[in-house]
DNA sequence: CGGAAATGTGGCATCGATACCACATCCGGC
DNA sequence: GCCGGATGTGGTATCGATGCCACATTTCCG
């Protein structure tokens, strides 16, 4: 056992059938040129003629050479592997965003190694330990601290940072346009006569929380309408306290609509609504900010913003790519992605 | 652009700052010993005593000394990467089978390469190869064609089905017992008076649209009650379609209880429905294979079979892993996770 | 007390592809 | 007709860790 629980680090299993594989070698003697002229044939960018490439590739098919990027990595000191860390995969944002990425990258010629860091900074350290074994040119992560990405840039390994910054990096980010989606969601309920909006939101620290926090108090501000900040229920990235914290809400305060900070939340405050028998939205308005597949589902479907969470995978991974090819200038990247008000059923006029 | 719209192959780029990273040989000159025993003491099994071994670990530690997975790989012929091969990310129950591989493979040392193949053939096959070349000492994938797993195995590499089986294969295999919770589901509602029980399904090519079928056929049989075949809906593999389905079934006879076959379908049914302001489950039941987490948010609540997807996972890779280190006997495993029964709001008695 | 076995460590070749340089060949120009 | 320069190909060292074997040292037993 090793310790602090952290990860046994496995040592490579000898593997019964050792299959030989054919080798640049073996292409070589079968197209009848030399290894260097295989290689560069085949990958490198460069000088071989038209005429021994096409020699050279119908050869490796032929045999069915298959190149080796353990070897190749190692010579060229670097990889097509590209490492993802976010906190939990069951929970369709970080499933969407690592859909996105997993597509952009393919599409490239790279793969993904995808790492489920539970939110625990321990996880988190050690999958980037991991990775820089790996070798891998870049990293896309939601940072739980700001050491990891700390690390591996310091190991010149290239950073993008989604959904969410900690504090100043000097990493590249893709972040959705938290305070304008806010924003809307916000100034859409006031629209409706809303004055005594409640806030279900699980942290301000992060850029995340921070920034739907100033787009609701924004939208408040642009009306005239001072927030009660009785109305801002802190609570924690779990939905069962969502529920708890929505009930207290309720219980000690008169609001006519909650929004909820993510897609998490939502679900808690969805329960206690519906435990409490309240009519959505004749009594009560409820929208919520990341909209995800089950909010259009439930009856009445939910008003929410859409952060096109696989877009901005796909941004993340293009912002990576183009970082490790060389073709940004060194100005760190900050990259917003625009979030979608998308009104549904739940939200409607202000009780009387 | 390369043909078919295939992938490009990446060649990996020169990356800018080449942060030289301290080696076995660096770590061998601090703690006074020779490589060798620098690469004993920290990695293999065997040979090194143990202030030997500590005071090399400090000195790797002292250094902030990395394994290079590549040589590493490169030189024993193997790695710790694991290829893992699904069909839609988005979905959450490919999302939940790859969270529980990917929980089993981390506690155990290894990577998870993860890669998203759409359902798509080729992709599926360009996949393979590309793990290959990674040379990935085992791959679990959801297989689309029996070619891939072939493929793999036929280069060495150890291959798990997860979910479904194709044909005979001559891999191991982890699948949800389809045919029991088919049948439980069904006789859940035979037990509730039901006769007339639709089944929406869109494949019965594989082990589990089969299993379920056959799930479905058996419960009825053991009550002594005859399938009407046209109450077994075929459809896509989508929520639009299965509406439709739905609606054409609803349209052409009489049910009194509804049953999807996995979640996808569910969406499209549950749609259904409500559009025609059918009250469930006073005027139909609706039930669904593969519980996914919207099914308890909606009201009612779905009724469902729990598939254990996260466990599903956990067996794929704890079955590959075993396969990898050769504790097994060559003969073939096909491991049944159970599935359970979650009775919710939405089954009922049958009208009248 | 001698020699065989056990124990622990170092040396060297090697995994497979590629970087880099040398050089053969062909070309045109003065 | 000779030489400088393209152009394309081959040769060789190398990336970094580990497998394997040799061998120094210690331990144990007759």
Redesign the pocket.
């Known amino acids: 056992m090793s310790p602090r629980g952290q990860a046994a680090r496995a ?2 299993q ?1 593997t019964q059938p050792p299959v ?2 054919p ?3 073996d292409v070589a003697r079968e197209a ?9 044939a ?3 960018r460069g ?3 038209p ?2 490439r096409a020699r050279v590739q119908a050869a490796a098919e032929r045999i069915g ?4 990027h353990n ?2 990595n ?4 670097t990889s097509t592997s590209i490492g993802v860390l976010i906190s939990d995969l069951r929970n369709p944002f970080y499933a969407d965003l690592a859909a996105g990425i997993e597509q952009e990258l393919r599409s490239s010629g790279y793969q993904m190694v995808l790492v489920n860091d539970n939110g625990d900074p321990a996880e988190e350290l050690h999958a980037a330990e991991t990775l820089l074994a790996m070798r891998v040119p870049g990293v896309i992560v939601t940072p739980v601290t700001a050491k990891c990405p700390q690390v591996l840039q310091d190991n010149g390994v290239h950073v993008v940072c989604a959904d969410r910054e900690l504090g100043r990096s000097k990493s590249d980010v893709v972040l959705s346009d938290n305070e304008t989606g806010a924003r809307e969601l916000t100034e859409h309920l006031i629209a409706l006569g809303h004055t005594r909006i409640g806030l279900l939101i699980d942290e301000t620290k992060w850029s995340t929380g921070a920034g739907r926090l100033a787009g609701f108090r924004a939208a408040h501000a642009d009306s005239r309408l001072t927030v009660d900040e009785n109305l801002i229920a802190y609570t924690s990235f779990d939905a069962d306290a969502a529920r708890l914290t929505t009930r207290k809400l309720l219980n000690e305060h008169e609001v006519t609509a909650l929004i909820s900070a993510n897609n998490v939340l939502a679900q808690g405050a969805l329960a206690e609504l519906k435990d409490r028998r309240l009519k959505i939205p004749r009594q009560i308005s409820l929208a919520a900010y990341d909209d995800v597949p089950w909010m259009s589902l439930v009856q009445p479907a939910l008003t929410t913003v859409d952060q096109s969470t696989v877009e901005m995978g796909r941004s993340c991974a293009r912002l990576l790519l183009a970082r490790i090819r060389g073709e940004l200038t060194p100005k760190r990247r900050v990259v917003k992605v625009p979030a979608r008000l998308v009104v549904r059923g739940s939200t409607g006029p202000a009780p009387r």
């Open positions: 040592v490579p000898p030989r594989r080798t640049v070698q009848g040129v030399s290894p260097s002229t295989v290689s560069r085949l990958h490198t000088y071989a003629s005429a021994v050479y298959v190149t080796d070897a190749r190692l010579r060229s000191r």
